[in-house]
């Protein structure tokens, strides 16, 4: 089948570079631990009519006329989405997952609040209070992170930290932290302190649709996610929150909205303008397919591909933050070695193999260099791979790092390799 043939005959240089990557991607290894691949039919909603199309507001209260079907193509994925997640309440209007972390703050606090979040170093999100976002400017943020050497939470360390500076909000989530969370640890310190719990799942939604990761969302006050990562839709973010807020008479005795209406209010018109309806329709198609057996069993295999990948990597030597993965991440550390993170980056994309250098906890490197390398597996396991292929993959990521000062030497002939086992898997919605 031809991909794009209107875009050929019109603009065939975008085309050759569109095709290019699709090629580039079938014979590479993708291990970014926050990508995976969009189905058919998740691409085609995503690049349908409903591109043309503005729709200020909510179903039912636009600021345009002639929205009545695509009201009901909202709907559908607020449905779709409230049955996956088996939440009360769900925004699917953020256009990615800072906004929608950013319209939590909208919600919860007042400029020159504290909260409490992950530090990007330690493995959290530019949106969780780092000092060059506007989380960190806005607000005060509390830091909290694993252990430098365990690589592991220590909850009674949080505890302490949180009873000293009271912070009003809580974040829980990560990008680089390769264990499971225990949400109904922080909701103790949280409940404690009488602050608001507020989870970030967009690295690990399909982990928890799958049961293989503690669910956040009955325990929470507001959850964040992103739509596309593991949970293979469109670039977009949405917003699940109870209805209820336990602690109005404390922050915002003043308000006559219910929690979700105040989220809903800090989405639109607080932070955004018209809707993008081709993405909320492709977000309908993905949550369609996250309902499905197939899915779940997706997700569980995830978690059962890094386990062994990190597996495979132990037993060559190599040292893992944390020791390990639960998850769908583990970080290679080397804090030992004389090459840095992103030396092993570079040489492992040479040969094929897509990961990002990444900090480690307690790392004395630069976050421009860094001692780590995060590796992911929700790409290859959509490709169809299982666990005997992530002992082929530890070997190449061996064959590399033992030959980082000489890889252009090694590059090529693994690169080869690669690219002919990928030619045994399909990548979805590419080729």
């Not at 005060?140 to 939470?153: A, I």
């Not at 009873?163 to 009003?168: A, F, G, S, V, Y």
């Not at 990444?358 to 666990?387: C, H, I, Q, Y």
């Amino acid at each position: 089948m031809e991909r794009y043939p209107h875009l050929k005959d019109t603009d065939s240089e975008l085309y050759r570079l569109i095709k290019q990557e699709a090629e580039y991607e079938a014979a590479t290894l993708k291990m970014i631990a926050s990508e995976s691949y969009a189905s058919y039919s998740v691409l085609e909603a995503c690049g349908s009519t409903l591109t043309n199309k503005y729709a200020e507001g909510y179903p039912g209260a636009r600021y345009y006329e002639g929205n009545e079907i695509v009201d009901q193509i909202e709907n559908l994925a607020i449905e779709r989405g409230k049955q996956l997640f088996g939440c009360e309440h769900i925004n699917v209007q953020p256009y990615s997952g800072s906004p929608a972390n950013q319209s939590v703050y909208r919600t919860l606090l007042k400029t020159g609040d504290k909260l409490m979040g992950m530090p990007v170093p330690s493995g959290g999100h530019l949106t969780h209070g780092w000092k060059v976002n506007f989380s960190g400017s806005d607000y005060v943020q509390v830091p909290y992170g694993p252990s430098p050497e365990t690589g592991k939470f220590d909850m009674n360390q949080i505890r302490e930290t949180a009873l000293k500076e009271r912070p009003k909000m809580i974040w829980v989530g990560a990008t680089a932290y390769p264990h499971k969370i225990e949400y109904s640890d922080f909701k103790a310190v949280a409940d404690e302190i009488d602050a608001y719990l507020v989870a970030d799942i967009a690295h690990i939604n399909a982990l928890i649709i799958a049961g293989v990761h503690p669910d956040p969302v009955p325990l929470c006050d507001i959850v964040t996610s992103t739509s596309h990562k593991m949970l293979r839709g469109p670039r977009a973010g949405f917003v699940m929150s109870k209805t209820d807020d336990r602690h109005k008479a404390k922050y915002n005795p003043e308000s006559k909205l219910n929690l979700s209406q105040r989220v809903d209010r800090a989405v639109f018109p607080g932070l955004q303008g018209g809707p993008h309806l081709n993405v909320i329709a492709a977000m309908a198609a993905a949550f369609k397919e996250a309902l499905t057996p197939e899915f779940k069993a997706y997700g569980v295999q995830i978690a059962k591909n890094a386990k062994m990948l990190a597996e495979a990597l132990l037993e060559k030597g190599y040292a893992l933050a944390g020791g390990g993965t639960d998850t769908h991440l583990l970080i290679l550390d080397f804090r030992r070695e004389e090459f840095t993170g992103k030396d092993a980056a570079k040489a492992l994309a040479k040969s094929g193999i897509i990961a990002n250098f990444n900090m480690v906890p307690g790392d004395p490197r630069s976050p421009f260099v860094t001692s780590g390398v995060r590796l992911g597996t929700p790409s290859l396991t959509a490709m169809g791979m299982k666990e005997n292929d992530m002992r082929k993959v530890a070997g190449w990521i061996d064959r590399v790092c033992k030959n980082i000062v000489r890889i252009d030497e090694q590059a090529s002939q693994i690169r080869g390799e690669i690219a002919e086992f990928c030619k045994g898997f399909k990548v979805p919605g590419c080729c």
